[in-house]
């Protein structure tokens, strides 16, 4: 552990000395991962949740210094862990606007971390641990960490926000999956295919240069900043291999269909099948290329239906689209009213509000696009 001097915590409950360190071997990791399951181990039993963190310790975006793992630990007691959190790779892609509105600024690919699994020990909140958790780990992230911004996903309203994280859009649609799905038949759908885990690094890679290519296209008003987690394999496959340890571990299965393409249009879609919750997430919409505004609307509408029915065959009750953009809406519109799919568009108020923090806490006026669910952690 690479510790630095103990901190005193001072408050109506008495005086704490805590340390500060980065839990770098397996058995410190162990100890933050048996305080992390208590608050987010379910539906995994502790066992169960300390194994998914070991085999998601070699997935390729965790493996090395991708996932860290951040502890304040008792002074004198440094195996008794109070509070942890831990940091994560994450590839940015940044283009900020012109100062002068005149000249081209070519966007960027930067580092940035997601942080998560933030908690304190039950008999030890309220006396300020997790603030003074973050607090370090801000300094890493501006020193050592060099990140260009920090995301991540609350629990917890704006508890985050006193410590420098802005809360960013939260808003979702949730498509309710019908007793019985329609019939593509009833519309004129365009066709598409099944996507499996084999066929994420080709598209990932796709999807990385169309987004580059959108963010150079992108009208951004002066001033402001345009960033994105990029949609790359690593990132996509963790939450697809996070997800699926967890439903082979309680449901002893998982589905291996993870999307739907439509290969005329260079769209597709990849989704979370979150048994336990009994819904799908979508992690990512590859929008359409080439297409015009009705066509477009047809095969988003395609891959939505196809991922509804995909939930279908789970028995699941509904999909969730985070932050879905103005086309996504239309597709939902015509679902709804050509097929009578219930859509409940809403703000996210209690769960995984994504929150962002620039370089130094600076304060910028930032447009995060797509802020969907694929960075979540
Ligand atoms: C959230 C959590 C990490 C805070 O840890 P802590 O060491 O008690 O934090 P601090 O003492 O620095 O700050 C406490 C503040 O947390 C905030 N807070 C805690 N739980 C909250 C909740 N569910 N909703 C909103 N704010 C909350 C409160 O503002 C509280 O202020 P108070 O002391 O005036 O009541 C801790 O409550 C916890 O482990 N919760 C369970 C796991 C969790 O939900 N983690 C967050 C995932 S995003």
Known sequence: MAETQPISIENARGTLKVIFSEATTSEERVR??????????????PERYLEREEYLASHPLARGTGWRWWCLTLADNPEHVLSMCKTMHRDLLVRDGS??????????????????????????????????LLKGVAEWLDGPGNATASILYSDVGDFYVSKGWDILDSFESILTV???VPQKGQAQFPETRPLT????????ERDVESLKDDFQKYDLPKDSVLVTVLPTTNMITWLQARIAYTNNQSY???????????????????????????????????????QDEATSTRVLARLLLDTIEAAAKLDLLEVDIWNPSPELHRAMKLLNSELGIKVTNQKRESEHIPCLRWR????????????EFYPWS
Request: proline share 7%.
């Open 252 to 290: 002893g299965k998982t589905p291996k269909v993870t999307g739907s393409i439509c290969e005329s249009a260079e769209s597709w879609i990849y989704w979370y099948s979150d048994l336990h919750h009994r819904k799908i997430i979508i992690q990512r919409v590859k929008p359409p290329r080439g």
């Open 360 to 371: 130094g806490g600076e304060k910028r006026s930032i447009i995060a696009s797509p802020n």
């Open 32 to 45: 933050c991962a048996k305080l992390a399951s208590t608050a987010f181990g379910k539906p995994l039993t």
């Open 178 to 180: 019908p007793p019985s």
């Open 197 to 204: 885990t084999e066929d994420i690094p080709r598209l990932c």
């Open 99 to 132: 100062a002068t509105g005149g000249e081209t600024v070519v966007a960027r690919q930067e580092q940035g971390y997601c942080i998560c699994s933030v908690v304190t020990d039950s008999n030890y909140r309220g006396r300020g641990l997790a603030s003074v």
